[in-house]
T-cell receptor, first 113, second 113 residues
Framework: KAGVTQTPRYLIKTRGQQVTLSCSPI?????VSWYQQTPGQGLQFLFE???????NKGNFPGRFSGRQFSNSRSEMNVSTLELGDSALYLC????????????FGPGTRLLVL | AQTVTQSQPEMSVQEAETVTLSCTYD???????LFWYKQPPSRQMILVIR??????QNATENRFSVNFQKAAKSFSLKISDSQLGDAAMYFC??????????FGAGTTVTVRA
């Protein structure tokens, strides 16, 4: 099976803009989770979707949002970008009944100028 | 929120030797999962090993094995016969039934030829 894919791989934006990141899970996986990785804060959980419903959300401001489509593909959106949003955004997918075992994509590197 | 602590920021090992990475965690749950992930310079997070808390037997995956001490809330990773390709950042992670991975700060492993 193909692994988790994320697009784009790299992105440069300016403060105040918004950005949409995409994630395609492993075929058959219905759960998709998003994480932010920064040098200062490490890896932090953003949110998790299952069957188009957000089941869990981390401690991030409302500028961070996401959604999941019927084919399990997921997008996350960050509005009104701030310099501190510069990070590696990782998407992970997992199989039904084994949602704790998450397989990660290559990530999207976002740089906010 | 669960806390995962990796007390070794860096470890160095000679090729073909063994290295052990430490991880402790804090939880009041009795049922949970623990993981070790590897993140090489490519930044792709790779699942190395998975441990179910209700299983007393330590997990093993080829040259990778864990020492799971539930009462002590300790979960160390042993890499045997270290290879140059093992050089990476290693993250210990905890997950309970909310499917949110909580990560430690990571340990950078360098392998000397």
């Amino acid at each position: 099976k193909a692994g988790v894919t994320q697009t784009p791989r790299y992105l440069i934006k300016t403060r105040g803009q918004q950005v949409t990141l995409s994630c395609s899970p492993i075929s058959g996986h219905r759960s998709v989770s998003w994480y932010q990785q920064t040098p200062g804060q490490g890896l932090q959980f953003l949110f998790e979707y299952f069957s188009e419903t957000q089941r869990n959300k981390g401690n991030f401001p409302g500028r961070f949002s996401g959604r999941q489509f019927s084919n399990s593909r997921s997008e996350m959106n960050v509005s009104t970008l701030e310099l501190g949003d510069s990070a590696l955004y990782l998407c992970a997918s997992s199989d039904s009944g084994r949602e704790e075992t998450q397989y990660f994509g290559p990530g999207t590197r976002l740089l906010v100028l | 929120a669960q806390t995962v602590t990796q007390s070794q920021p860096e470890m160095s090992v000679q090729e073909a030797e063994t290295v052990t990475l430490s991880c402790t965690y804090d939880t009041s749950e009795s049922d949970y999962y623990l993981f070790w992930y590897k993140q090489p310079p490519s930044r792709q997070m790779i699942l190395v090993i998975r441990q179910e808390a209700y299983k007393q037997q330590n997990a093993t995956e080829n040259r990778f094995s864990v020492n799971f001490q539930k009462a002590a809330k300790s979960f160390s990773l042993k890499i045997s016969d270290s290879q140059l390709g093992d050089a990476a950042m290693y993250f210990c992670a905890y997950c309970s039934n909310d499917y949110k991975l909580s990560f430690g700060a990571g340990t950078t492993v360098t392998v000397r030829a």
